[in-house]
C-alpha cells in the first residue's frame, strides 16, 4: 500500500516563498510520475506540475517560471519549490503518485498554503 504524507504548508505573504515536501512509503521506488495538485474550497482540483521518474517535468501555465518540482527517486520525495506567490495560490495542496502506468492513483491528506497580506 502506498502512503504520502505533506509537509511545509502555512500562511505567506504575497511574493514570498515555500516549499513543500512530500515524503512517500510502500511501493513507489522510482514511481511513474508524481505531481502536485491544488484545491480551493468548493473548487476543482487543479493539476500544477507533475514530474516522471526519469526526471520530465511539466507545469501549469499559471505556475510556469514560479514553481519548480523535484524529486529524489531513492528517497521517495517530491518536493514542490514555490517562488513570488500569489493570493489565488491559496489552496490545499495534495501530492499524488501513480506507481506504473494505467495504476491507480494516490493522494496524501493535503497541506494548506495560504497567501495574504
Known amino acids: 500500500q502506498v502512503q504520502l504524507v505533506e509537509s511545509g504548508g502555512g500562511l505567506v505573504q504575497p511574493g514570498g516563498s515555500l516549499r513543500l515536501s512530500c515524503a512517500a512509503s510502500?511501493?513507489?521506488?522510482?514511481?511513474?510520475?508524481m505531481g502536485w495538485y491544488r484545491q480551493a474550497p468548493g473548487k476543482r482540483r487543479d493539476l500544477v506540475a507533475t514530474i516522471t521518474s526519469g526526471g520530465s517535468s511539466n507545469y501549469a501555465d499559471s505556475v510556469k517560471g514560479r514553481f519548480s518540482i523535484s524529486r529524489d527517486n531513492a528517497k521517495n520525495t517530491v518536493d514542490l519549490q514555490m517562488n513570488s506567490l500569489k493570493p489565488e495560490d491559496t489552496a490545499v495542496y495534495y501530492c499524488?503518485?501513480?506507481?506504473?502506468?494505467?495504476?491507480?492513483?494516490?493522494w496524501g491528506q493535503g497541506t494548506q498554503v495560504t497567501v495574504s497580506s
Open positions: 510502500g511501493s513507489t521506488f522510482r514511481s511513474y510520475v
Open positions: 499524488n503518485t501513480q506507481t506504473v502506468p494505467g495504476g491507480r492513483y494516490y
